[in-house]
């Protein structure tokens, strides 16, 4: 998106954010007080990053088109301080180096809601690892919120009602519509003011330092392009339930799709459906009359990729025998009853406990990890410690009546 030449950005209207410094009760409606900027050029975007070079701390969102687009990347990040709020366009401003050295700089808190994503895919596209983190998800799970999305907490603290017309929006499009931008804006805007209140409740409950050791933990996440794409057809749904032949089509059909999706820039299920593939790997078909009927298949469809379909199932069918995909079926462990004895007492401590401290039990402390103390069999604060996935603040709320429940009973 080009700027005018003389504007250094546009500027919109947009919803929600307090004056600097202060701190708003809950509950109170907050209104916009500055307005949103966009900013689709190198020497503005620059300038911004030395800007808020000075700010203590910085919100940050980005979008993405992975419901629309094969080839996703980071098509807007938005940026907010308490008193200025930015839009970036990174399809027109080619260098981000100044970004990257913000959320690297550990001076400077760097607020998210459900940070995740956002971190996988700033270091995916640019290699960006951010320092110092909040993030409000996670705050709200440790409070114990019956609501957790942004849009459920701003309501609560901030009386915010945000929009949700462009869940599901073209990021990659230009020109973006103001509505959209003011609706990318709002994912920051008021990110400041919760981070504030609810800061301030993890305080009050002696909860603050278990947030702490899970913002440091996200600041480890990074892209991670696992799982072989020779086998993701196995995961489509259903499809472990196919054999032979019928799985070889779903092979041919899946990379074709794959090939499609790909020289079209389109997400995967926009080209066809996996209920399509499923159902065309199961019937076979010969014809273009044996297409009709399949779901998610028109007649526009069948007329415009029909000979293509057809091509991928043929070249299932004829696949030579010594190719044909197999699932290894493993064999399934032993039953240990000590170890299912062990896991059930852990389960009922860690529930007793999670309804007496106010937590849900995943965020309590999760399946995985008592399977882990079931397995390992600790005797002690230091050895369950080493627990993968356990936190130091798990064993210290939590430690000696897991410890307890991890013990063989008695001999009669």
């Known amino acids: 998106m080009k700027s005018a030449p003389r504007a250094r950005s546009r500027q919109l209207a947009g919803r929600g954010c307090s004056a600097a410094g202060s701190r708003p009760e809950e509950g109170e409606n907050h209104r916009l007080t500055t307005p949103i900027e966009l900013l689709t050029r190198q020497d503005d975007a620059d300038q911004l990053f030395s800007d808020l070079a000075r700010e203590p701390l910085l919100a940050v969102d980005t979008e993405a088109a992975s ?153 480890q996440l990074g892209w991670n ?68 009927g399949i779901p998610g298949l028109s007649a526009e469809g069948i007329g415009r990729r029909g000979t293509e379909l057809l091509a991928a199932v043929a070249r299932g069918m004829t696949a030579r025998l010594d190719s044909l995909p197999v699932i290894e079926r493993g064999r399934r462990p032993a039953r240990d009853p000590e170890f299912d004895s062990a896991l059930e007492r852990l389960k009922v401590v860690r529930n007793a406990a999670a309804e007496r401290i106010g937590l849900t039990t995943g965020v309590l402390c999760p399946n995985g990890i008592l399977e882990g103390i079931a397995r390992l069999k600790p005797q002690t604060l230091d050895a369950l ?12 709320v939590l430690g000696e009546e897991l410890l307890a429940a991890a013990a063989p009973p008695a001999a009669a």
Do not use: C
Request: zero cysteines; charged letters at 30%; aromatic letters at 8%.
């Open 225 to 292: 392009d696992s799982g072989p794409k020779e086998e993701a057809f196995l995961r489509l749904k259903g499809a472990r339930a196919l054999k032979g032949r019928a799985l070889a089509v779903l092979r041919e059909l899946y990379d074709w799709r794959e090939t499609t999706a790909h020289q079209l820039d389109r997400a995967t299920f926009r080209v066809l459906g996996n209920e399509t593939l499923m159902a065309l790997a199961t019937r076979q078909p010969t014809d273009l009359a044996g297409l009709e």
């Open 67 to 219: 419901f629309h687009r094969y080839h996703d990347r980071i098509y807007l990040i938005q940026v907010s301080s308490r008193t200025r709020t930015a839009v970036l366009d990174p399809l027109t401003i080619g260098d981000l180096r100044g970004l990257g050295a913000l959320l690297a700089d550990g001076d400077i808190e760097i607020l998210f809601h459900d940070a995740d994503y956002d971190l996988r895919i700033l270091d995916r596209d640019y290699g960006f690892q951010v320092r110092r983190i909040f993030d409000t998800k996670v705050a709200a799970e440790l409070l114990n919120e019956p609501g957790i999305g942004l849009a459920a907490l701003l309501e609560k603290y901030l009386g915010v009602t945000l929009d949700k017309k462009f869940q599901r929006a073209d990021w990659s499009r230009r020109p973006l519509s103001a509505e959209m931008l003011a609706y990318a804006a709002a994912d920051t805007l008021h990110l400041p003011t919760l981070r504030d209140l609810l800061a301030h409740q993890l305080k009050e409950r002696g909860r603050w330092s278990w947030a702490e050791e899970e913002f440091e933990l996200l600041e």
């Open 385 to 396: 410690a080493t627990v993968p996935g356990i936190r130091r603040w798990q064993v210290g």
